[in-house]
């Protein structure tokens, strides 16, 4: 028997590692081809997303304290998972926020007027734009003292004029802001994939006019 096919041999070991090689390249491969269509599936055209064609979003990759940026109508959009600690800290921001029950009804649709502003407390839908002056607000999610605010609890920073908003896009009292960051109507279709543009099948109060 050659030696360098019994199986146990220092050539077979070679083999083995580039057959498991060769077959990882061949399966990254396969998800790619897999993955483009099923991704161009769910793409609107960009004149359609101006119009404000709804977009589905996937946020299986999203990670507790990260945030995705999308736009919709031609603006960003902010998504945020929101950990237990995150969550925790809106409560206590209730005396810090100029409108803590989000009773502005211009700024979320009925079912994000709640203490976390969203369908899902852990996650988190907002209209990346300033009701300033339009600017984004940078997300400054860790909960402990900043440059710009010894208290900060996480949240959003608008480094322009200094606007400051908690981790539901509430806005602190006595800033250049006068409201809540906009949530846009949006539902989910399942755990991993929600939907900007669109209301829950159960709420059409609010819709995407
Ligand atoms: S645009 Fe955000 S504070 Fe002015």
Redesign the pocket.
Known sequence: MNPASDGDGPDDTGRRKFLTATTAVVGAVGVGFAAVPFIKSWSPSERAKQAGAPIKVDISALQEAQQLTVAWRGKPHYIVRRSKAMLATLPEMDSTVLDPKSSNEGQQPKYAQNEYRSIKPEVLVLEAV?T????A?EFVPEIKPQPFYEDWKGGYF?P????KYDLAGRVFKSQ??PANLPVPPYHFIDDNTLEIGVDPASDKSTGAA
């Open positions: 300033c300033h002056l339009g600017c607000p608008c322009c004029h200094k606007s250049p802001a």
